[in-house]
């Protein structure tokens, strides 16, 4: 079993930048699939990025690509989503979550998830 906690998320304004943390407790995530997910008020929850720790790929969304940075320090136990020139669309609730058999997105099943986190970009 394995425990996702968000945060670093604000008010900020268009253009700025803001990054995001996803800590895990219960598990080491080495092995896991980790991805980062948000939703907007009035919209479905949509996939922003992912990574597998086990090979490093990364994975974006294409709204966000060349913006966010997923990364993550095995030591820590932690996931990030760096977010640069931020625009006022990219206002949500962000979701960190895991798969554990590894595969991730766009065909594993994220069995954890946190409890969000809130981006607000202002114009």
């Known amino acids: 079993q394995v425990q996702l906690v968000e945060s670093g998320g604000g008010l900020v304004q268009a253009g700025g930048s803001l990054r995001l943390s996803c800590a895990a407790s219960?598990?080491?995530?080495?092995?896991?699939?980790m991805g980062w997910f948000r939703q907007a008020p009035g919209k479905e929850r949509e996939f922003v990025a992912a990574?597998?720790?086990?090979?490093?790929?990364?994975y974006y969304t294409d709204s966000v690509k060349g913006r966010f940075t997923i990364s993550g320090d095995n030591a820590k136990n932690t996931v990030y989503l760096q977010m640069n020139s931020l625009k006022p669309e990219d206002t949500a609730v962000y979701y960190c979550?895991?798969?554990?058999?590894?595969?991730?997105?766009?065909?594993?099943?994220?069995?954890?998830w946190g409890q969000g986190t809130q981006v607000t970009v202002s114009s």
């Open positions: 979550a895991a798969d554990r058999k590894g595969v991730g997105y766009p065909y594993g099943k994220y069995d954890y």
């Open positions: 219960g598990r080491t995530l080495s092995r896991y699939a």
């Open positions: 990574i597998r720790w086990s090979g490093g790929s990364t």
